[in-house]
C-alpha cells in the first residue's frame, strides 16, 4: 500500500513539474499574439534597434506636441491608428508595432520591447519637447516602463493591470509564477515614483484583465492621482466603441 501511494505521488510530482516545464516554455505565446503584416497608407518610421527593423507608423508628423502609441497584446496599430489619431488631435502620432507583429522583424520579449520603446523615445525627443503616452493591455506595461525611465508629459492607460505576473498567478494558481514566468511587465513596481499627470480608462466588465489587478495598480500611484474612469456595459475589446471612452481621452489632452 505505502508502495503504491509513493508511485503515485512521484507520479503527480512528475506531471506538476512536467507541466511547469512546458508552461515555462510556451509562456511567450500566451503573452504575444503576433499579427501579420497588412497593407496601410501610414508612413513609417524604421528604427534600428538591437539589431532589429522596428516599424512605426508616423501619423500628422509636423505638430508640435507627440504621442506614443503601445497597442495590445494581438492588435494591429494599423486599425487603432484612425481612432487614436482622432483622440490625440493636434499632436503627432507614432504607433509601434512590436518585434514579429506587422512589418517588424525579430521576436517580441518584455526585454525587447522595452529596448525597443526607449528607442522610439529618444529618436522622436530630438524633434519634440513635447511626448506623451498611450498604452493599451499589454501596451500599459510599456508605457508605465517607459514614464519611468524618461520625462513624458502625460500617460493614458487602457485596461491596465498591476503586473501579468500577477493575472498569471490567479490564471495558474498550482505555479509559483515569479519564477516560472519571464514576462513580468511588473507595472506595480514602478507607478509610485511616478510624476505623470495619468489617465485610466477601465471595462467594467472586463473578461481579460480582472478589475481587482487595475484596482491594484490605481492603488500604488503615490505621487500623482490618476484620473480613473470606469467605462461601463463596456468588455476589454469594445471598450474603444464607448462615447464615453473617447471623451475622456480627449478631454485629458486638452487640459494644459
Known amino acids: 500500500m505505502k508502495k503504491a501511494i509513493k508511485i503515485r505521488l512521484g507520479v503527480y510530482v512528475g506531471l506538476y513539474l512536467a507541466l511547469g516545464l512546458v508552461l515555462y516554455a510556451v509562456?511567450?505565446?500566451?503573452?504575444?499574439y503576433p499579427?501579420?503584416?497588412?497593407?496601410?497608407?501610414?508612413?513609417?518610421?524604421?528604427?534600428?534597434?538591437e539589431g532589429e527593423k522596428i516599424s512605426v507608423l508616423k501619423i500628422e508628423e509636423g505638430q508640435s506636441q507627440?504621442?506614443?502609441?503601445?497597442?495590445?497584446?494581438?492588435?494591429?496599430?494599423?486599425?487603432?491608428?484612425?481612432?487614436?489619431?482622432?483622440?490625440?488631435?493636434?499632436?503627432?502620432?507614432?504607433?509601434?508595432?512590436?518585434?514579429?507583429?506587422?512589418?517588424?522583424?525579430?521576436?517580441?520579449s518584455q526585454k525587447a520591447i522595452f529596448a525597443d520603446a526607449l528607442k522610439l523615445y529618444d529618436e522622436l525627443k530630438i524633434r519634440y519637447d513635447h511626448i506623451s503616452l498611450v498604452g493599451r493591455?499589454?501596451?500599459?506595461?510599456?508605457?508605465?516602463?517607459?514614464?519611468?525611465q524618461r520625462p513624458v508629459d502625460k500617460m493614458v492607460l487602457i485596461t491596465p493591470y498591476d503586473s501579468i505576473q500577477s493575472v498569471a498567478?490567479?490564471?495558474?494558481?498550482?505555479?509559483?509564477?515569479?519564477?516560472?514566468?519571464?514576462?513580468?511587465?511588473?507595472?506595480?513596481d514602478r507607478v509610485p515614483v511616478l510624476p505623470v499627470p495619468t489617465l485610466i480608462l477601465l471595462a467594467y466588465n472586463d473578461e481579460v484583465i480582472p478589475m481587482a489587478n487595475s484596482?491594484?495598480?490605481?492603488?500604488?500611484?503615490?505621487?500623482?492621482?490618476?484620473?480613473?474612469?470606469?467605462?461601463?456595459?463596456?468588455?476589454?475589446?469594445?471598450?474603444?466603441?464607448?462615447?464615453?471612452?473617447?471623451?475622456?481621452?480627449?478631454?485629458?489632452?486638452?487640459?494644459e
Open 27 to 32: 509562456q511567450t505565446s500566451l503573452v504575444y
Open 35 to 49: 499579427v501579420k503584416n497588412i497593407e496601410h497608407q501610414y508612413p513609417v518610421l524604421v528604427l534600428e534597434s
Open 66 to 108: 507627440a504621442v506614443i502609441y503601445f497597442g495590445g497584446n494581438g492588435e494591429n496599430v494599423v486599425y487603432s491608428a484612425p481612432q487614436i489619431a482622432e483622440l490625440c488631435e493636434d499632436r503627432s502620432l507614432y504607433l509601434m508595432q512590436y518585434r514579429g507583429y506587422g512589418s517588424s522583424t525579430g521576436k517580441p
Open 137 to 148: 493591455s499589454l501596451g500599459t506595461g510599456v508605457a508605465v516602463y517607459l514614464a519611468s
Open 169 to 188: 498567478q490567479k490564471r495558474f494558481p498550482i505555479y509559483p509564477m515569479s519564477v516560472v514566468l519571464t514576462e513580468k511587465y511588473r507595472s506595480i
Open 215 to 255: 484596482q491594484k495598480l490605481i492603488a500604488a500611484f503615490a505621487k500623482v492621482k490618476p484620473q480613473v474612469e470606469v467605462i461601463k456595459n463596456a468588455g476589454h475589446n469594445d471598450l474603444s466603441e464607448r462615447q464615453e471612452y473617447k471623451k475622456a481621452i480627449k478631454d485629458f489632452f486638452l487640459i
